[in-house]
């Protein structure tokens, strides 16, 4: 089967909204093995939409519509897929109900406009709204699965729930299931050279992903039971991690931040931060995750060479002789750390973000990082390519990685 | 004059990537004032791009296509085009060179592979790319313009510029002129209402939008020429900054901590901050802006009840009588950063990001701030709504908002 995505509003077209639902969309049509073929932006216009039903009549089995269910004038999905079907529109009462209650419970009379919502094309199957005003409906008509959803995600994701569910049951032949497995340690090419026999497979497919928190692997297996298909994946992901080793930190969907506070705080590691040039991004990754709180002692922003000293005890001989972006100074600042918080662990990072400040022996991009752990420091040298935003972020996932890496063998 | 974007990608339609070009190409096609009638999302598909060309060409005058550009042969963007408009694809020699110098470089042989990427169908103008292999190229052929840009927006975007040049000597008419005002400290509503008498008016269009770290005005005013629309927009501008005051933060394109971090460097006011809940992602915000060190002296992250005690000399018997959370202990925390750091300001950060740690009394949501600055200090209570990650977002915002109110006021 194959569907096509029609998203409908004038603030796409615009520029004003990144149209997220799409991807979101694709992705989970892909995980049902239904090809998609098209994207398509229109604006709220009877006349261009007609047009574009037309041409998508002809070309997909499933037709998905997002937005223009809202209660004024201008909002005109349904109506114009009622009109292009040659069906009615008809009044369903459960919904208006529904409808009127929801203004009950916010102390407001329902304005007239929001009846309209209430509204569908003869034979839909409906789709309640959990999180907003506008249900959305399936009509089944001539071989074509119509789809209307509303266009805000947190409205749009939980509904696409149940067409999932509806899908499922219509779809014919093959799945495609859908794992992964994140990696951070060395760069995308470099991954895909040592995975490169597994990279030519057509079931499964595999593919390799540079994003920005990590590189992406996907194991895309087509089957026609999930009993097939994972043991499948399975012994991929075994596979890969067996030749990628501890370069995988997940094969869910958890970020490095999570996969190190979960490691600290099942080995009970208390854990103390001393940040230069990433500014708190290491600790305001960590704090993501909650209940950090029984393994994080504290954190500090050292970025003036005063404040290294004084809040950390790094020797001023030392940046004088050595500088802020050092080997020694990163050294003495995880051991600082370490010990004026009584941690268990202490890391650091100091180094150059740019724009400025980068010289010939120093470059913009390096960036030294400083572990304490048990009695032992260690130090990393690592230079960035990127932005100042982007060398920031990549240092960061950088001391995380290196931390994971480090609690791992302590094992 | 309007215009469509067909983006071309298998990757866009299995969902793995996010189609963030459609919306930056219809910000700037609309700043030109020309309408973007589609978007479409397409795969390398020769015959698929065929059939939406000639679609396209019925109903616009100008076609973006963007991807499709690199070395493979699956890339076949300026190929198909070619086909379609019936030319010849020609060698560019002074391109050829470029990407074999490209290759020197970086001291590999150039792929052979590559010389494709030096073929243009006849009489294009070439667009050079400075941040790789694929020049991109504009073919103005039977009163249409196509218009051909690779894929990767960092390569995109660059190249735009030159297409904007080219694009504004072809425009005849008016075009449209926009401009924006960014707001902090009042709910898009709240400032809707309070600007309700533009919000109806077609020249100038102004709208709200509620964005992740703002809320955002645009004024968007259609004139033959700059000299015309900049003088009335100008002049609406300072009418809406009336009514709104000092809730307008910038007119210009910054962000919250760029302003901030500015005011700060102006009147040479030093800051240290202390979080808690936000767990470093003021400073992190503010570490963005580059040039804060001559300013920001320190950061801490006293996640712990040790930590503020030890860190920052709160009072055990505040954090016990009224516990970690409450004004008392905000109070203490920036006075105690704004001393031991021996900044002028200091501020503080208390609350329940969530989602666990929330009673009757003290909601997850609850954040008290604090602000010591010359001999004073000031307490706020705020409740946020949301989960975890967007709790600390708008406390990290409002904070460091509260902090650009007083340094106004001190002036």
């Known amino acids: 089967m194959n569907a096509e995505i029609i998203n409908i509003g004038n603030e796409l077209l615009l520029g004003d909204t990144l149209n997220t639902n799409a991807q979101y969309l694709s992705q989970k049509l892909t995980e049902l093995a239904i090809q998609v073929n ?11 939409l007609l047009q574009l039903l037309n041409i998508s009549q002809q070309r997909s089995d499933i037709i998905i519509l997002t937005g223009g269910l809202g209660p004024t004038p201008d909002d005109l999905t349904k109506e114009t897929l009622t009109k292009f079907l040659n069906k009615k529109l008809i009044l369903h009462h459960p919904t208006l109900n529904k409808i009127k209650k929801y203004f009950q ?27 907003g005003t506008a249900p959305g409906c399936i009509i089944e008509e001539q071989n074509r699965i119509f789809v209307v959803l509303p266009g805000p995600p947190r409205e749009l994701i939980p509904m696409f729930e149940n067409v999932i569910n509806f899908l499922k049951k219509k779809i014919k032949g093959p799945r495609l299931y859908v794992r992964q497995l994140k990696c951070l340690g060395l760069g995308e090419s470099a991954i895909a050279e040592k995975i490169k026999k597994f990279l030519n497979l057509t079931n499964p497919y595999i593919a390799t992903y540079a994003k920005q928190d990590c590189i992406l692997i996907k194991i895309m297996y087509r089957s ?6 994972l043991p499948a994946i399975n012994s991929f992901k075994k596979k890969i991690k067996k030749i990628l080793g501890n370069i995988v930190f997940t094969d869910d969907d958890k970020n490095i931040e999570d996969v190190v506070a979960e490691l600290l705080i099942s080995k009970n590691e208390t854990i103390a931060i001393a940040e230069s040039c990433t500014g708190g991004l290491v600790t305001s990754k960590l704090v993501n995750y909650p209940g950090i709180s029984k393994v994080l002692v504290e954190a500090v922003v050292v970025y003036s060479n005063i404040s290294k000293i004084r809040r950390l ?22 051991l600082g750390i370490k010990n004026t918080a009584s941690a268990d662990i202490g890391i650091s990072i100091t180094g150059i973000a740019g724009p400025a400040g980068g010289s010939k022996t120093k470059p913009v991009g390096l960036v030294y990082f400083g572990l304490a752990i048990q009695n032992k420091v260690f130090t990393y040298k690592y230079i960035f390519n990127g932005n100042r935003q ?15 890496l480090h609690l791992l063998e302590a094992n």
Request: charged letters at 30%.
């Open 390 to 404: 982007t060398i920031r972020q990549r240092a960061a996932l950088t001391i995380l990685n290196i931390l994971r």
């Open 105 to 131: 419970k916010i102390k407001f009379q329902m304005p007239s406009v929001n009846k309209k919502q209430a509204y569908f094309p003869e034979n839909s199957i409906i789709l309640e709204n959990q999180n």
């Open 38 to 48: 098209y994207h398509t932006t229109v604006s709220d216009d009877e006349e261009k």
């Open 224 to 229: 026609e039971s999930e009993k097939k298909a």
């Open 313 to 334: 005890g790094v020797k001023e001989k030392t940046i004088i002789k050595h500088g802020a972006v050092s080997k020694q100074t990163a050294k003495e600042m995880a």
